[in-house]
């Protein structure tokens, strides 16, 4: 059975940073692009980072650009997205996703999903 587990939400002050991750069982995670999705109230959910089967190459949301990094460890079938400078518009739950090895900015072709984690920025 698939599992995505995100973990390392919670509350941080503005400017902040954090570190989410997302573990991963019940498929081969090395073939799967990874996505970090989130979904502030009201609005419409976006992805904000994704990263190739491969890890060589990385897509991030103008929204998040040079505030944050994905990365991943096959061997501990975890991806990780660490935030910096946080600001209020960061405040959401987020989401990991694994989807098509190399169309990872194809939000359609992503087939497992966590359960999504709150972050919270306090100003």
């Known amino acids: 059975q698939v599992h995505l587990v995100e973990s390392g939400g919670g509350l941080v002050q503005a400017g902040g940073s954090l570190r989410l991750s997302c573990v991963a069982s019940?498929?081969?995670?090395?073939?799967?692009?990874m996505g970090w999705f989130r979904q502030a109230p009201g609005k419409e959910r976006e992805l904000i980072a994704a990263?190739?089967?491969?890890?060589?190459?990385?897509y991030y949301a103008d929204s998040v650009k040079d505030r944050c990094t994905i990365s991943r460890d096959d061997a501990e079938n975890t991806v990780y997205l660490r935030m910096y400078s946080l600001i209020s518009d960061d405040t959401a739950v987020y989401y990991c996703?694994?989807?098509?090895?190399?169309?990872?900015?194809?939000?359609?072709?992503?087939?497992?999903w966590g359960q999504g984690t709150q972050v919270t920025v306090s100003s």
């Open positions: 996703a694994a989807g098509h090895p190399f169309q990872i900015t194809d939000t359609k072709r992503y087939e497992h």
């Open positions: 019940g498929f081969t995670f090395s073939r799967y692009g």
């Open positions: 990263i190739k089967w491969s890890g060589g190459d990385t």
